[in-house]
C-alpha cells in the first residue's frame, strides 16, 4: 500500500524558509516520478515541482529560483527546499507519487495516482 507522509510545515514570515519533506513507503521509490503540489483555500490545486528518477526537475514559474526539489533514493524521502517565502506561497502542500514512471511525461498529461496528506505552509508579512 503506497503510503506518503509530509512533514515540515509551520508559519514563517515573508523572506524565510521552510523544508518539507514527504517519506514514501509501500512501492519502489527509487523508479517513480515524484512531485510536490499547493492548494490555497479558493484556489485551483498548483503544480509546484517535480522530479524523475535520475534526478531531472521541474518546477512552477512562480516558484523557479526559490524552491528546490530534491530526493534520497536511500532513504525513500523527497525534499522541497522553499527559500525568499512570500505571503502567495501560504497554502497546503502535498506530496505525490507516480510509481513505476521514471519519467514525469506521463504524470504531467495525466496527473499523480498517489497522494499525501498535505503540510500547511503560512507565510505572513
Known amino acids: 500500500q503506497v503510503q506518503l507522509v509530509e512533514s515540515g510545515g509551520g508559519s514563517v514570515q515573508t523572506g524565510g524558509s521552510l523544508r518539507l519533506s514527504c517519506r514514501a513507503s509501500?512501492?519502489?521509490?527509487?523508479?517513480?516520478?515524484m512531485g510536490w503540489s499547493r492548494q490555497a483555500p479558493g484556489k485551483q490545486r498548483e503544480g509546484v515541482a517535480d522530479m524523475n528518477s535520475v534526478g531531472s526537475t521541474r518546477y512552477a514559474d512562480s516558484v523557479k529560483g526559490r524552491f528546490t526539489i530534491s530526493r534520497d533514493n536511500a532513504k525513500n524521502i523527497m525534499y522541497l527546499q522553499m527559500n525568499s517565502l512570500k505571503v502567495e506561497d501560504t497554502a497546503m502542500y502535498s506530496c505525490?507519487?507516480?510509481?513505476?514512471?521514471?519519467?514525469?511525461?506521463?504524470?504531467?498529461?495525466?496527473?499523480?495516482?498517489?497522494w499525501g496528506q498535505g503540510t500547511q505552509v503560512t507565510v505572513s508579512s
Open positions: 505525490a507519487a507516480l510509481p513505476r514512471s521514471s519519467d514525469c511525461a506521463v504524470a504531467r498529461l495525466r496527473g499523480f495516482s498517489h
Open positions: 509501500g512501492y519502489t521509490f527509487r523508479t517513480s516520478c
